[in-house]
């Protein structure tokens, strides 16, 4: 097998198919065993500083955890967390290439696409060849975005929030006679709930609308809702609001149409900064906390705990989601 240089320096494995081979003078090498091809290479090229430092390898190894670390002549150590190929930076050529982009938030509807990041907003629609961005918006970090009854919510931090129409390709205000928050606050999340309502979480309390129109806006003085900014709302299958603050957790009860503080047993997170809250297909609710472990509980909070995980430890935990096998 020719793998562009007859010096072979070293060999690792993965225990499974891959033989990863190491050359003195053309890089690195991925090889399926089974296959019997190369499947992958790292070489070093000019210019790029995502590629290997140099292409003269002396020695290899596949850790456990399946980084590659490769060690140089005279140049020290690089190590990898890419060696798979399991992931790829989205593209739409020739339009975007989201590969370093710092992307905040994803929104998703059939063949449409909405991309949010810190300098601006994308979209595209695959089915209809369409794309378009803004990037001059009162501020372009985009934190939050939802898709609610054939438009895209978008907010910002900073420069409020906005409404895109797919259909038209125009970005208006979202409710400009409102003011503040929404023209240069910050807006932290949109959410709709079961009755067709929309929730929005700002730096300014919480603001519920139906049918375009504001029903009510929550704060500290007029409900009991914790002072300082509002990081998610979430309602889980029993219709139960969970809305995370600045200051804790609080609860929107929708049958007597409330914000209660009062029901959570000792012991729970809701004194703590969470950032995320969501609901498995088994009913279990993970809360993921600004600082700290894995919280899980029931929907009633009868029976909660920390899940404490070797892999987990130590991490920051930013986001979670149940894919189709569970």
């Not at 399926?32 to 091809?37: A, G, I, L, P």
Request: hydrophobic content about 35%; overall charge negative.
């Amino acid at each position: 097998m020719d793998v562009g240089c007859s010096v072979i320096s070293s060999l690792s494995t993965d225990g499974k198919d891959l033989l990863y081979v190491g050359t003195d003078g053309n890089g690195v090498h991925f090889v399926s065993v089974t296959q019997r091809k190369v499947v992958k290479s790292f070489r070093h090229e000019t210019g790029n500083d995502a590629s290997i430092r140099s292409n003269s390898v002396y020695s290899l190894l596949v850790d456990r955890d399946g980084l590659l670390w490769i060690g140089f002549y005279q140049l020290g150590v690089d190590y990898t967390l890419h060696n798979n190929g399991l992931f790829a930076a989205y593209r739409y050529p020739p339009y975007l290439d989201t590969r370093d982009m710092p992307v905040r938030t994803i929104a998703f509807h059939q063949g449409e696409k909405l991309v949010g990041s810190r300098d601006g907003l994308y979209f595209i629609d695959e089915d209809r060849r369409l794309f378009k961005s803004f990037h001059n918006l009162r501020a372009n970090m985009i934190i939050s975005s939802c898709y609610f009854e054939g438009k895209y919510y978008i907010g910002t931090y900073g420069g409020g929030m906005y409404v895109f129409d797919p259909l038209t390709l125009e970005l208006v205000d979202f409710d400009a006679a409102e003011g503040e928050p929404f023209l240069t606050g910050h807006i932290f999340c949109i959410r709709p709930d079961a009755d067709g309502d929309l929730w929005i979480g700002t730096s300014s309390g919480l603001y519920r609308y139906r049918a375009g129109k504001q029903v009510a806006h929550y704060t500290g003085s007029n409900s009991k809702l914790p002072e300082g900014n509002i990081y998610e709302v979430f309602f889980d299958s029993t219709r139960k609001g969970w809305i995370c603050t600045e200051k804790g957790l609080c609860i929107w009860d929708a049958s007597s149409e409330s914000i209660r503080t009062d029901v959570f047993p000792e012991g729970f997170i809701n004194e703590e900064k969470v950032r995320v809250v969501y609901e498995d297909s088994r009913h279990n609710l993970y809360l993921l906390p600004e600082k700290g472990t894995l919280f899980v509980s029931d929907l009633s909070m009868s029976h909660f705990s920390r899940f404490d995980n070797e892999l987990l430890r130590g991490k920051t935990l930013m986001s979670v989601v149940e894919d189709n096998e569970g």
